[in-house]
């Protein structure tokens, strides 16, 4: 296969943020050069949530949306709050409730409300019936009982961008979740162990994401001036990855690709 045939999705991609608001078009000029031929933005609060919808909607059959709120912004689930969650998530553009789940490293919100933010947001996505995109970090034992509660009334659930040990990470299969990878994998300090386990993901499980702009990859050479992540540097990832799993190039972005479409029901791509 030629590298320029090969075609990726980000899953996670934050382009709401402030960091993009100025250069937004190169970014996904380059994304669409380096083959990202599709992006779930990510939407982790409320006003986060309806800028994805917003780019979605500029840019239909590329740009598709979450809509949820972060265990860092979990004060924001009051009753309002969830109700605007409903509307949006109801909009043909979302593909996936969240980003939603608990943060027990960074703790900018009480744990007893990151715990009640999470529950609501999984009721609103009983109801719903679409996909999870949900974040854990430092919490995983939480996280894994309050998800029990909804056993067999969610839809498919991804756990992204994984970073936790291996028995986390077959809890999380056991469970049935995929798994999100993202650039901590690059980074042969902190990502080594991760590179150790994402073998044991079964190829039906594996998704692939940027995270931008957050966690740019360590393999970027030269590391662009201001560090921020862009999904252009996806293929980065897939890279690292495949070579982790003792895949080729293309079978990891082949992949990773089918599934990220079958999770999200997405189109096949332009
Ligand atoms: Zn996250």
């Not at 083959?35 to 933005?41: D, T």
């Not at 540097?233 to 990855?241: C, G, P, S």
Request: hydrophobic share 40%.
């Amino acid at each position: 296969m030629e590298p320029d045939s090969i075609e990726l999705v980000d899953i996670g991609a934050n382009l709401g943020h402030e960091s993009f608001a100025h250069d937004l078009d190169a970014v996904l000029a380059r994304a669409r050069a380096a083959g990202v031929v599709q992006l779930v933005v990510t939407g982790a609060s409320r006003e986060g949530a309806r800028a994805a919808l917003a780019l979605a909607r500029a840019h239909p059959g590329l740009l598709y949306a979450t809509a949820g709120v972060h265990p860092h912004h979990a004060l924001e689930v009051t009753a309002e709050g969830e109700a605007e969650l409903r509307a949006l998530q109801a909009q043909p553009e979302v593909v996936a409730n969240g980003e939603c789940g608990l943060d027990y490293y960074r703790d900018l919100a009480p744990r007893p409300a990151q715990r009640r933010a999470f529950e609501r947001q999984l009721e609103l996505a009983a109801a719903n019936g679409k996909p999870l995109f949900l974040h854990q970090r430092d919490a995983h034992a939480d996280y894994m009982a309050i998800l029990r509660q909804f056993d067999g009334r969610l839809g498919p659930c991804v756990t992204h961008c994984f970073t936790g040990t291996r028995a986390e990470m077959y809890e999380c299969l056991d469970a049935g979740h995929s798994i999100g990878i993202t650039g901590w994998l690059c980074d042969e300090r902190r990502g080594q162990h991760l590179r150790e386990i994402v073998r044991d993901i079964p190829p039906d499980r594996l998704l692939v994401e940027t995270d931008a702009p957050y966690l740019l990859p360590r393999t970027v050479k030269p590391a662009p001036k201001d560090r921020r992540n862009e999904p252009s540097y996806l293929r980065h990832i897939v890279e690292e990855l495949a070579r982790d799993r003792g895949e080729d190039l293309a079978t990891t972005a082949a992949l990773s690709t089918a599934n990220a479409r079958a999770f999200f029901r997405l189109p096949v791509g332009p």
